[in-house]
């Protein structure tokens, strides 16, 4: 099983502001990555797949970076409505597919 | 585009429950379905999958024996049938289709709460 780990925990960050997360997975997972946005009692919605592509109607605030088993997250001016906490996933080698603990954005 | 998921509720442990995640607006019998879920306060974690063929299923070693992956193509429904409960599958469980061009989740719904307690 990959082991997928997001780094930081937390991260606190003032509005205006870029942001970056980490995911680090195991092994390779080669550009097999996607990060997702998760806001209170709502559902995940999907950012970014294929390491670097962002979904349909995601802003382009929002870029991803990476492969192999490094990954980045980048929100380059924070607005209010990005603060949320951010998954990692791995779909190269499964199952199991692979979540990373998740990164919670606040605001500073 | 709705996934709308169904059937949650409080159940006790050894007790069964079943899902319902119906899809309209999408395309539905060409893609994998996905279960996944996430217990109060915890990230997300993987559950089942069925492929588009209805033929092809996988689980997560913590509910493997226990549940059963299925879907209607006819109905654009899936299905998630779980047996013998255990307190520790307390969770909100999220449906999502496989993703236009690989095996990411582009379409979710909003979840259905699952409770097992005595």
């Known amino acids: 099983e990959i082991v997928m780990t997001q780094s930081p925990a937390t991260l606190s960050v003032p509005p205006g502001e870029r942001a970056t997360l980490s995911c680090r997975a195991s092994?390779?997972?080669?550009?097999?990555l996607a990060w997702y946005q998760q806001k209170p009692g709502q559902a995940p919605r999907l950012l970014i797949y294929?390491?670097?592509t962002r979904a349909t109607g995601i802003p382009a605030r929002f870029s991803g970076s990476g492969s192999g088993t490094e990954f980045t997250l980048t929100i380059s001016s924070l607005q209010s409505e990005d603060f949320a906490v951010y998954y990692c996933?791995?779909?190269?080698?499964?199952?199991?597919?692979?979540f990373g603990q998740g990164t919670k954005l606040e605001i500073k | 585009v709705q996934v709308v998921e169904s059937g949650g509720g409080l159940v006790q442990p050894g007790g069964s429950l079943r899902l319902s995640c119906a899809v309209s607006?999408?395309?539905?019998?060409?893609?994998?379905m996905n279960w996944v879920r996430q217990a109060p306060g915890k990230g997300l974690e993987w559950v089942s999958t069925?492929?588009?063929?209805?033929?092809?299923?996988h689980y997560a070693d913590s509910v493997k024996g226990r549940f059963t992956i299925s879907r209607d193509n006819s109905k654009s429904t899936l299905y998630l049938q779980m047996d013998s409960l255990r307190a520790e599958d307390t969770a909100v469980y999220f449906c999502?289709?496989?993703?236009?061009?690989?095996?990411?989740?582009?379409?979710w719904g909003q979840g259905t709460l699952v409770t097992v307690s005595s």
């Open positions: 069925i492929g588009a063929n209805v033929v092809s299923t």
């Open positions: 999502a289709r496989e993703g236009e061009v690989d095996y990411y989740f582009d379409h």
């Open positions: 607006g999408l395309t539905f019998n060409s893609y994998a």
């Open positions: 996933q791995q779909y190269s080698n499964w199952p199991p597919y692979t």
């Open positions: 294929g390491a670097s």
């Open positions: 092994q390779s997972v080669s550009s097999k």
